[in-house]
């Protein structure tokens, strides 16, 4: 008799329990709930993408700031002056020599290397 009472108790709970999550999955597919979490995706989108413009503003504007000094310029109120013309060997621009080059014209063959006729 105990072992009748026991497989009845968790047939029905596994009834109950089943029947729960099948409305609820019904309930998350209703028209009305779609479109709200729809929106909600939507807004959460928004905020995430609002937060990427910030960051990349901010993230511009500190290597501006490098920028800026690493070239020694100077900021007097609006306007940028740059700083005394400075040696460096790195942005001066290498000799090379330059030789002729001859120009080479095509002859009387066509594009398979047999001449046309």
């Keep these: 008799m105990f072992r009748r009472a026991f497989w009845f108790t968790t047939g029905a709970a596994a ?4 029947t729960t999550k ?8 209703q028209p009305d709930s779609l479109a709200a979490q729809a929106a909600d995706k939507a807004v959460e989108t928004g905020h995430r993408l609002r937060q990427f413009a910030v960051d990349v503003r901010t993230g511009m504007s500190d290597r501006e700031g490098q920028l800026y000094e690493a ?15 400075r040696s460096r060997a790195a942005l001066e621009t290498p000799q090379y020599q330059i030789t002729q080059h001859r120009t080479i014209t095509p002859g009387p063959t066509g594009p398979t290397g047999k001449e046309d006729h």
Excluded at 22 to 29: A, E, G, H, P, T
């Design 15 to 18: 009834g109950v329990w089943a």
């Design 22 to 29: 099948v409305n609820r999955k019904l309930r998350k597919l």
């Design 71 to 85: 070239l020694g310029l100077t900021d007097r109120g609006d306007a940028r002056e740059l700083p005394a013309a």
